[in-house]
């Protein structure tokens, strides 16, 4: 029999880290630096009915670390062009573009996933530009001869 961890939560106001609106995690001395923490901050973002949280194991407890974020946690940072269009999320989930789930707010790109929306980086933004057109309705997704346009919306 093992002996069962204490949970240790802490709320997202109390957090010393959040998520910018460009999916940049931050702290009280700006942007975070080192390549790694960024990378394993990212992979550990997990959602439950509370919001978007962090959590590790330590020796003798889990940490369950609520974060604030603006919009969304979860973002586009590469896009894959082949047969199907592949987006590569901050977390190392990949995903199948649907792209009647687009839709652009303020300049920025995002999609509907569910319950959520996953806004695209400027970098994963530009990818896609090649695959976008200006039409006298809008924007117009283009892929294989299809065309999809694509919503403006001012709030989600």
């Known amino acids: 029999m093992t002996d069962q961890l204490r949970k240790i939560i802490i709320e997202k106001e109390n957090a010393v880290f959040r998520l910018d609106a460009n999916g ?18 990212h992979t550990c973002i997990k959602k439950d009915q509370h919001g978007f949280y962090l959590t ?3 020796e003798d407890c889990i940490e369950k670390v609520y974060f604030p974020y603006e919009e969304t ?5 590469d ?3 082949g047969d199907d269009i592949v ?18 707010k303020k ?11 996953i806004k695209f980086t400027d970098r994963s933004m530009m990818k896609m530009a090649a695959l976008m ?7 117009a997704f283009v892929f294989q001869g299809r065309k999809y346009p694509i919503d403006t919306v001012d709030s989600f």
């Open 24 to 41: 940049r995690w931050q702290n009280q001395h700006g942007r975070f630096q080192h390549k790694k923490v960024i990378d394993y901050f």
């Open 56 to 58: 590790q194991q330590r």
């Open 73 to 77: 946690a979860y973002f586009v940072f």
């Open 79 to 81: 896009v894959i062009v």
């Open 87 to 104: 987006l590569v999320l901050n977390t190392g989930q990949r995903l199948e573009l649907d792209p009647r789930q687009l839709c652009i």
């Open 107 to 117: 300049d920025n790109l995002y999609m509907r996933h569910k319950e959520d929306i």
């Open 133 to 139: 057109e200006d039409t006298e309705d809008g924007y």
